[in-house]
């Protein structure tokens, strides 16, 4: 069974920084993809950052030159730096990875206070 495991989330004033964490457990094969989305209350889940197994990035352009995915999917981690957090972060993020199926973590939540 595979299981995606975040954490890191938590409360922060505007201004500050977080660093979220990812870690993938089960028998997977061929990772294509990690990467970082998010929901806020009432709004669609969107994609904040994404790496592929070649290490290329990308990034939503609203979180771009803030925000920082890095690590390595053949060890089945990543992590996602995000400094100068805004009140329009706040959201809960979801890990996702893909491969021939896709699969969420449980999503952990980040409350950036203005």
């Known amino acids: 069974q595979v299981q995606l495991v975040e954490s890191g989330g938590g409360l922060v004033q505007a201004g500050g920084s977080l660093r979220l964490s990812c870690a993938a457990s089960?028998?997977?094969?061929?990772?294509?993809?990690m990467g970082w989305y998010r929901q806020a209350p009432g709004k669609e889940r969107e994609l904040v950052a994404v790496?592929?197994?070649?290490?290329?990035?990308n990034y939503a352009d609203s979180v771009k030159g803030r925000f920082t995915i890095s690590g390595d999917i053949r060890k089945r981690t990543i992590y996602l730096q995000m400094n100068s957090l805004k009140p329009e972060d706040t959201a809960v993020y979801y890990c996702?990875?893909?491969?021939?199926?896709?699969?969420w973590g449980q999503g952990t939540q980040v409350t950036v206070s203005s």
């Open positions: 790496i592929t197994s070649g290490g290329s990035t």
């Open positions: 089960g028998i997977i094969f061929s990772i294509n993809t």
């Open positions: 996702r990875m893909t491969n021939r199926s896709g699969y």
